[in-house]
């Protein structure tokens, strides 16, 4: 503070009697460094009741640096123009008591009417009331002392304090006692406070600090500037304004910064923004211990004795231009001196908010950070923010219900999905993310009109307006959820996005969870080929049924819409955009893969949403036998575990009608329902038409009549055939034949196939030239072949089996066998045949002990054993030398192996197995040779492959349609080592399924299993089985 130069005016006469004799008419100090000059004859009684008509005067040094007061004296002095006093002026002085009196002090003063308030006391005698500042240490009488008074700390204004008042108190008896001399008073203001903006100070004025509420200040408290001007150390009950010295604008962008210390606790320590008003709504609490409204809590709050760094983005909490800072420190109970807390380093700068970037569709779409808001005010604590660790992850912590704003909106329907990574670092009441398609009403997140919009994840607590999901991620997990939020959410346009972490209880501290990699995208259509139109159908999955679905499962489409994965037990049904008329020419086709088979797998159309009314489901797949209800299943081939088949089906033999849904049954309610996989794809509903080979001739070669190769060959001649071009075999064969399925078509080939080899097949019983019951006889163990022992003068099986000899010779090569008409052969449903034996014709020999026999089950041979049920079991190879040897063949019955299996039987039992190895006779109770499923479970076989040199010529024409025939170049029999290793190159070429290879485990158990094997096998007999 700078004072102009002041006139001075000579005390020209005595104005007081007794006459006043000064050394010097002026008394001089310093005000910021300049001197200062008071007349004395300005000078007036400072309260006119104590001065005695300042009949003492002041006596003034020669350099008028030094006032000394005699006696009861009241002195002051105008100042003019009046003294400005700030938080961080100060003055000092050297103060000397030569006799102690009553009370001995300065004062600053606005008036001559003496304020306790305004005096600063060097020494007294006299019990002083508290609106006296007795500076400490006192003044002994004697002594000189040094004084540096913060007297911003105890008063301040702007051109306000008028007076400098020189006050002895004796009004005692002798009043003429008491000595004090004050010299080299300096008056001088510190750094006064600021803050920064964009690298700008920013300073503030305390000299017009103002309170703010009403009877809320404790004015006679005054606010700190350190050296600095960084700090402001609040003291005491206060509520005090400052006005910058130029406003500062807080937007969206804002961020502050600022250290807080906090010595003495008590009810709220805040800092603030204002304009002119002064309203307390703009506060940001850093410590407390009782609770406001509108105001802002940071977190965490500061506890006595800490220190906090505080950085925030308070232009997330609001925004506008400001001219105040405000400083709240209430204490307004009790001890309102108390309470000391410091703010430090105010900053605001302006920050680049991070984007989180969502996939909408597809489409990477950047959500700004900037717009988080409260979804709900009396939820949020708001000064818990949304936190951006990566550009696809926003983290919660602490109590939060904000909102951010959807850059582009989008729709919500019924076919929506929402797809997140979730992880829980600590657990607060709930975490929630939610969906708002009301774009003026942010808090309808909580609303249940129409369905919900908000997904509970974690946290214990249940509340009404969400949809708990499950599993729930646990502490410490990470958890990828995806949600049709379709089925719940009442849809519409997508305007914001609410992320919700309750933690409402204490101190709103507890909770830390983070959303990552959100996603929403659109089911595919569910697209079936109608009539040869694609055809999307909306991908709004309807239960149906009579309560047998599990809503936790959906079908999943495919991108392209034509597969339908099915994964657990769900019965779903699809509303078609027109509904479907079936006709007596309708033929639904598909393909079915089952990869873990369960109870049911059925497809349906139907009129409405239940499955009690009609028939209207295809059982296709399944293990269940019975209580099927309404549903379809005889007549339908069934797909097995492993396998995929194609279907065609005209829908007429089950039902005709105008139908709206199409459903898919996936029926595993028993037990877990959420395993079985199936797929069902390319779907199609077609009218049959008369087929464009009627009028056609065209033949094809084939080294294989196989179905496919049937069907291929075909396919490939109606390029040729002009009324063809673009149309399907399958579809052709089945009007051509008028048949009802695909079953149909392929029992037609394989009938075609069989007639192309008609006359080159031989019966395995005009092969030994023998009657069925000695073919019978000698597969189950029996007859002289089997019985008879070569020995010198004895039977000779190369004569009395000579016929062997002569039909391997005429047939075996360029024939084709069929296998003989006997039980032991019927019902070879894993396509696997095998011989064991347990002798030898040579008296001295032994079959080659190849194998270990592990059990017979009577009833899988009853024809054989004879016996309706029963079993004998050969633990730790008790069964002797034991010598098994089979085959396999593929589930095409074009496949060489397949039809020339009669062939490969001849030479493992035959040739090998009697005449070359002289093996004979069967394990009790059970057939020498047969289909896998008879035999007795062993641990494994040899095994025997037939390749075939063949050509099949296949011919079409208007009249005879399809004939075939077949030339056998040669059959050739090998070794193919283990039967089960090569029954799993069947699976991988395809002619077998897995399901069937798990199946052959059962009957070769594997080396050194019979153990297990029998203990399987016992238990359910009700037995242990002890090794």
Not at 515 to 533: K, M
Not at 658 to 663: N, R, V
Request: hydrophobic share 35%.
């Amino acid at each position: 503070m700078k004072f102009p130069s002041i006139s001075l005016v000579a005390l020209a006469a005595s104005i007081i009697s007794p006459v006043v004799v000064v050394a010097q008419s002026n008394i001089v100090f310093k005000i910021d460094g300049s001197d200062v000059s008071i007349p004395l004859s300005g000078q007036t009684s400072y309260d006119s009741n104590q001065d005695e008509r300042m009949r003492r005067p002041l006596v003034v040094s020669a350099d008028g640096r030094s006032v000394t007061v005699e006696g009861n004296t009241h002195r002051a002095l105008p100042l003019t123009p009046a003294l400005t006093i700030k938080a961080s002026t100060t003055m000092e002085l050297d103060v000397t008591i030569g006799d102690i009196q009553e009370a001995q002090a300065l004062c600053i003063d606005e008036n001559t009417g003496h304020s306790p308030s305004r005096c600063f006391v060097f020494a007294h005698t006299q019990d002083l009331s508290s609106s006296w500042h007795v500076l400490e240490p006192q003044t002994p009488e004697g002594e000189t002392r040094h004084y540096s008074i913060p007297i911003g700390h105890y008063f301040w204004g702007v051109n306000k304090y008028n007076y400098l008042a020189y006050m002895q108190d004796n009004d005692s008896n002798d009043r003429d006692s008491g000595s004090m001399t004050i010299a080299n008073i300096q008056i001088s203001d510190g750094a006064e406070y600021f803050i920064e903006q964009d690298g700008i100070r920013h300073y503030v004025n305390t000299a017009e600090q103002k309170s703010i509420g009403s009877g809320q200040d404790s004015w006679q408290y005054g606010l700190k500037v350190s050296d600095d001007g960084k700090s402001m150390q609040v003291q005491g009950n206060m509520h005090r304004a400052v006005p910058l010295d130029t406003a500062v604008t807080i937007d969206v962008n804002t961020q502050l910064d600022f250290d807080f210390t906090l010595e003495d606790l008590r009810d709220l320590h805040a800092l603030c923004f204002a304009d002119s008003t002064l309203n307390k709504n703009k506060c940001l609490v850093a410590g407390k211990q009782e609770h406001w409204s509108n105001v802002f809590y940071l977190s965490p709050q500061t506890q006595q004795g800490e220190s906090h760094h505080y950085s925030l983005p308070i232009g997330l909490l609001y925004q506008g231009t400001f001219d105040h800072i405000m400083f709240i420190q209430d204490n307004d109970s009790g001890c309102r001196s108390c309470g000391d807390a410091t703010y430090a380093n105010v900053k605001l700068s302006q920050i680049v908010h991070p984007e989180l970037d969502i996939m909408v569709n597809g489409v990477v779409q950047k959500i700004k950070a900037s717009t988080a808001v409260s979804a709900r005010d009396d939820q949020d604590t708001k000064t818990n923010f949304l936190e951006f660790p990566t550009s696809v992850s926003v983290t919660m912590i602490g109590n939060t219900h904000k909102a951010l704003t959807i850059t582009e909106p989008f729709t919500i329907d019924k076919a929506t999905e929402l797809d997140f990574d979730f992880t829980v670092t600590d657990f607060a009441d709930h975490h929630t993310i939610c969906i708002v398609t009301d774009p003026t009403n942010i808090a309808s997140y909580k609303s249940t009109s129409g369905g919900k919009r908000c997904f509970t994840v974690a946290g214990p607590q249940t509340v009404s307006w969400d949809v708990d999901m499950s599993p729930k991620t646990q502490l410490g997990e990470t958890r990828h959820y995806n949600i049709p939020i379709g089925r719940w959410h009442p849809g519409g346009t997508a305007y914001y996005l609410v992320f919700v972490q309750d933690s409402d209880a204490g101190n709103k501290l507890p909770g830390e969870s983070t959303f990552s990699n959100i996603e929403f995208s659109q089911r595919p259509d569910l697209v079936l080929n109608i009539n040869g139109v694609d055809t999307g159908v909306f991908n709004h999955q309807l239960s149906y049924g009579s309560r047998q679905d599990f809503s936790d499962n959906l079908v999943d489409v495919s991108d392209d819409g034509k597969t339908a994965s099915m994964y657990g037990n769900l019965w779903k049904a699809f509303e078609l955009p027109t509904p479907v008329t079936i006709t007596d020419d309708t033929v639904l086709s598909f393909t079915l893969d089952v990869e873990q088979e369960l109870e049911i797998v059925s497809i349906c159309f139907d009129e409405d949403l239940s499955d009690q009314v009609h028939a209207r489901c295809l059982k296709l797949s399944g293990y269940q036998t019975r209580d099927f209800g309404t549903l379809i299943y005889k007549g339908i081939k069934q797909t097995y575990e492993g396998e995929t088949k194609e279907y065609m089906i005209r829908l007429k033999e089950f039902y005709t009608g105008t139908f709206q849904y199409i459903a898919l049954q996936h029926d595993n309610d028993a037990t877990d329902r959420y395993t079985g996989i199936s797929h069902i794809s390319d779907i199609s509903l077609h009218e049959i038409e008369p087929s464009c080979l009627t009028g056609a001739t065209f033949n094809f070669n084939l080294n294989e009549c196989t179905i496919d190769g049937f069907v291929a060959g075909v396919q490939s001649s109606m390029a040729s055939v002009g009324a063809c071009a673009g149309k399907d075999a399958w579809r052709e064969l089945l009007s051509l034949w008028d048949g009802q399925s695909d079953s149909d078509v392929r029992k037609r080939i394989q009938d075609i196939c069989v007639s192309g080899n008609a006359g080159e097949t031989v019966s395995f019983d005009m092969l030994l030239d023998s009657e069925k019951q000695f073919v019978e006889e000698f597969f189950d163990g029996g007859n002289k072949w089997n019985y008879e022992v070569d020995e010198a003068g004895g039977p000779d099986l190369a004569t009395n089996a000579a016929r062997i000899t002569y039909a391997d010779e005429k047939f075996d090569d360029k024939t084709a066998i069929s296998l003989p008409h006997v039980h032991n052969f019927e019902g070879c449903e894993l396509r696997a045949a095998m011989c064991c034996y347990v002798a030898a014709r040579d008296a001295d020999s032994e079959p080659t002990d190849n194998s270990d026999a592990c059990y017979m089950e009577f009833k899988n041979s009853q024809e054989s054993s004879h016996v309706r049920d029963g079993y004998s079991i050969y633990p730790d190879d008790s069964e002797g030398a034991f010598a098994c040897h089979g085959f396999v063949w593929g589930n095409d019955s074009g496949y060489a192996d397949a039809a020339f299996k009669g062939n490969t039987l001849f030479d493992v039992a035959l040739l090998n197995g009697l005449m070359s190895n002289k093996e004979v006779e069967e394990l009790p109770g059970a057939p020498m040779c047969g289909c896998v499923e008879h035999m007795p479970v062993v641990s494994r076989a040899d095994c025997t492959t037939t390749t075939v040199t063949q050509n099949v010529s296949i011919s079409f024409n208007p009249v005879s349609k399809f004939t075939a025939e077949g030339s056998i170049t040669n059959v050739v029999h090998e070794s193919c080592g283990d039967l089960a290793t090569h029954y799993d190159q069947l699976v991988a070429d395809g002619k077998a399924s897995q399901h069937e290879r798990d199946a052959l485990d059962s009957h070769l158990v594997g080396d050194g299993q019979c153990g297990p094997a029998l203990s399987a096998f016992l238990s359910t007999k009700g037995f242990t089985y002890s090794p």
